[in-house]
């Protein structure tokens, strides 16, 4: 029966149905027939309530909404406007200089927001006119655009982390720190991939015009040099007093301190210097730190805190949205209107998410009564190869099941089935869920049902307009060319999968900043344990032979 309930959940999802209601009909209609056909023990429904009390009282989940709310009110702050505009000046001079912007952005956008579709409606509606405005290729300006949106999906705080850290019975903690370095080398092979454009085809990717440069000083110098001095003084002053006052000397506790004292830092020395009217940095410098520092901060508030131990990942997500919040009054952005828009876009997300879950529950009840995982497990479990057979498999079936499902309704319908197998076969769960989260990062990029491509589509132009700046007919951006620009980025993703399996080591650092426990101590401590009452003045001896039945002793 559970080869058929998977066939018939997949007819549904086909036809169109809501996932959410599609699952758990599906769950319901088989139940009943494996009830009439005695493979289905009725008694096993009498668990449905208690399963989807148990959904609506997990605290992981909570930070669902936490994270949301945050990433909406960064995107309408007017954040991602300022960033990608200041970026876009301090490497513009360079060929492909926009596009690096966009990736860098993209990088920090998904730090601070998690949510893809922020990410690149932001994106596209500031950066993809300019970057049509100077000539880029379309492809390479929609492609970058798309990729870079999706990063959110993989560099923490990212949801769809979340949802695997749960679904995998894994510490949102963990899959966080294992993610971490994967997004940023994800974020490289498109820096990568641009600069190879650049070599190959100039004309596709060229530097902006000196008119274009906006941030120079009265002499019309931009003088770069000095944000590479403040950044070096920074680091060595934090580094200094990291060794020489704090008893933290190494793991991702001193990355994370020694990166939040160089923010502080290199504020504070732009600070002094403007208000102080030094003129010892650029004017490009100051504002590079004045944009960077508010992101940067919020990240190291949150990512920082749940690194180190201090928040757990729900904790870190309520003090993102407080941070998010100060940071649009800082902006002067905060207003009713805002605050609206947000509560209820991240209502109707996290409505949408707990509906999927609750039809996923009652789904693999059923799935679970007819003994659906056994029959997966044995499936996979017994394929040639062993875990790298296995790897091999699921990462193709995830991939080609990303063209027709979104990463939410992979998360909870294929993940449950394959965490089991993965751990019998002796795979870390946490290596497993960066792994999916990468692969699942695709079905944002699959033409044609890519979401991504969707959101950029909405905010691309399908018509002739007339550019603001110059003044000249600008072309629109087609379809097509949208498709064909997420192609290579979507090849580098598959690249991405194959270097976080043959390298687990760039996951695997998680585990150094676990809490080890001495076992020697602990049994020393057991040993020790004496129960008052229980025999001489010290207590019971656990260590005495028995002596039941025994006369006492004089």
């Known amino acids: 029966m559970a080869p058929v309930m998977f066939a018939t959940l997949v007819v549904f999802l086909l036809l169109g149905y809501p996932v959410a209601f599609a699952l758990a009909a599906n769950g319901l209609l088989f139940a009943l027939i494996g009830i009439d056909l005695g493979m289905f023990q009725e008694n096993f429904l009498q668990a449905l309530p208690e399963r989807i009390y148990g959904t609506m009282n997990n605290d992981v989940l909570l930070a669902i909404p936490f994270f949301t709310f945050m990433g909406l009110i960064l995107e309408r702050s007017g954040m991602a406007e300022d960033l990608l505009d200041t970026i876009g000046q301090l490497f513009g001079p360079v060929r492909g200089g926009l596009a690096y912007a966009v990736i860098f952005v993209g990088a920090l ?15 596209g ?32 705080p990212s949801l769809v982390l979340i949802v695997l850290a749960d679904q995998l019975g894994r510490s949102v ?43 120079r000083d009265a002499d019309g110098k931009t003088r770069r040099f000095s944000l590479l001095v403040v950044a070096l003084l920074s680091w060595a002053l934090s580094y200094a007093y990291m060794k020489l006052f704090t008893k933290v000397t190494a793991g991702s506790d001193f990355v994370v301190l020694t990166m939040s004292l160089m923010v502080g ?16 940095l650029s004017r490009m410098t100051e504002q590079v730190i004045f944009v960077m520092v ?5 990240i190291f508030l949150v990512l920082g805190t749940i690194f180190i131990g201090v928040a757990t990942p729900t904790e870190g997500g309520a003090m993102g949205a407080a941070g998010a919040i100060l940071l649009a009054w800082g902006k002067k952005r905060m207003n009713f209107e805002l605050l609206r828009q947000a509560t ?26 007819v003994n659906g995982h056994l029959w997966v497990e044995h499936l996979l479990v017994g394929l040639p190869g062993g875990a790298t057979g296995f790897l091999i498999v699921v990462n193709v079936m995830v991939f080609l099941l990303a063209f027709f499902l979104d990463f939410f309704e992979l998360a909870f319908i294929i993940v449950p089935l394959l965490g089991p197998a993965a751990e019998k076969l002796g795979i870390d769960l946490i290596w497993f869920g960066v792994i999916l989260g990468v692969n699942m990062q695709t079905s944002f990029m699959h033409p044609p049902f890519g979401f991504a491509l969707f959101f950029l589509r909405s905010v691309a132009p399908k018509n002739p307009y007339k550019d603001k700046i110059t ?26 999968v194959a270097l976080v399996v043959l390298f687990p080591s760039m996951v695997m650092h998680y585990k150094a900043s676990a809490v080890q426990l001495d076992q020697k101590a602990i049994d020393k401590q057991f040993d020790s344990i004496q129960v008052p009452g229980l025999g001489g003045p010290g207590g019971f001896d656990f260590n005495a032979p028995p002596s039941i039945g025994a006369p006492p002793k004089p």
Do not use: H
């Open 344 to 369: 209820e876009s991240t209502a109707k997300l996290s409505a949408f998410v707990l509906f999927i879950l609750v039809g996923a529950r009652v789904f693999s009840l059923t799935f679970y009564g």
């Open 265 to 280: 830092v290199s504020f504070a020395i732009a600070l002094v210097n403007k208000f102080l009217k030094l003129n010892l």
């Open 471 to 496: 003044g000249k007919m600008m072309e629109p951006v087609t379809t097509g060319q949208i498709y064909w620009g997420a192609v290579p980025f979507v090849v580098i993703q598959c690249i991405m």
């Open 109 to 123: 956008l998904a730090a601070t927001t998690g949510v893809v579709a922020a990410s690149v409606i932001s994106m």
């Open 173 to 215: 903690g963990d899959m966080y720190e294992g993610a971490f370095i994967p997004g940023l080398v994800l974020a490289s092979l498109y820096a990568g991939y641009v600069f190879i454009i650049t070599v190959i085809a100039p004309s596709r990717a060229p530097g902006l015009p000196p008119e274009a440069q906006t941030l």
């Open 294 to 298: 508010p992101p940067l901060a919020l």
């Open 125 to 156: 509606l500031i950066s993809l006119p300019i970057m049509l405005r100077y000539g880029y290729d379309r492809r390479l300006a929609s492609g970058v655009i798309a990729a870079s949106g999706t990063l959110a999906q993989i560099i923490p």
